[in-house]
């Protein structure tokens, strides 16, 4: 599939493939920018979900998605607290770091391209 001319200015069009390729929108993206802002801390579940703004139960859904593909990790505290953290050693953490220092205009055309690209499929 052709990318359109809103992705041309994009250095890096193997992002813009990583993004299509994981279907990564709404809130994967949001998840993952959170994670590239903030790639060495841990949080619990509870607090990823006020940062974002969605419930935990949608949150813990997306994060077992992504542990499942190795780019989250999931590891539990000696009280049995899980906390998660971005998978620095995963191949796409790159991408993820790269996403998360582009402008949100940026962003927000990476998504809607990505968006568009999966109707058209």
Avoid at 7 to 19: D, G, K, V
Avoid at 40 to 60: E, M, P, S
Wanted: contains cysteine; proline residues 1%.
């Amino acid at each position: 599939m052709a990318i359109s001319c809103q992705c041309e200015n994009i250095a890096n069009h193997e992002l813009f493939s990583f993004l299509k390729e994981n279907d990564i929108t709404g809130h994967r993206l949001r998840l993952l920018l959170f994670w590239g802002r903030h790639p060495q801390a841990k949080f619990n579940l509870d607090g990823i979900a006020h940062v974002l703004d969605i419930t935990c139960f949608h949150l813990r859904e997306l994060l077992r998605e992504m542990i499942s593909k190795g780019i989250i990790e999931e590891r539990y505290c000696a009280s049995g607290i899980a906390h998660y953290s971005l998978n620095s050693e995963h191949a796409l953490s790159e991408y993820i770091q790269e996403l998360a220092n582009l402008d949100w205009s940026v962003i927000r055309n990476l998504e809607g391209e990505v968006e568009r690209e999966a109707l058209m499929a």
